[in-house]
């Protein structure tokens, strides 16, 4: 896994991502696309768009989904695999509340 930007702010983000809230998944999605404040990472992108689209609905999910797509478009075969299985991993480890 890639080096994390280390800053009190992200550290809160990723936390909250981690707690499986979709909105705050999606934003860090935005964020490693863009490499705003953290590393320029699609396949972490595309793992916390595709985590987030999962959790969501309606038009929170499309935007999420459409996020996950456009990430995908800039990952190679071998990329997109890895992002799926992080976002599967992640998925297992943190079941949802029922």
């Not at 080096?3 to 990723?14: F, G, K, M, N, P």
């Not at 705050?24 to 953290?38: A, I, K, N």
């Not at 456009?70 to 992002?83: F, I, V, Y």
């Amino acid at each position: 896994m890639p080096v994390q930007a280390q800053t009190s702010e992200i550290d809160a983000l990723r936390t909250r991502a981690e707690q499986g809230d979709a909105k705050t998944q999606v934003s860090l999605g935005f964020m490693y696309r863009d490499g705003e404040d953290v590393p320029q990472d699609y396949v972490q992108a595309h793992m916390w768009f595709n985590l987030s689209a999962s959790r969501s609905t309606g038009e929170a999910r499309e935007n999420a989904a459409k996020g996950r797509d456009l990430a995908a478009g800039d990952l190679t075969p071998d990329g997109l695999n890895e992002a799926q299985r992080l976002a599967r991993e992640w998925d297992a480890a943190h079941p949802r509340e029922p």
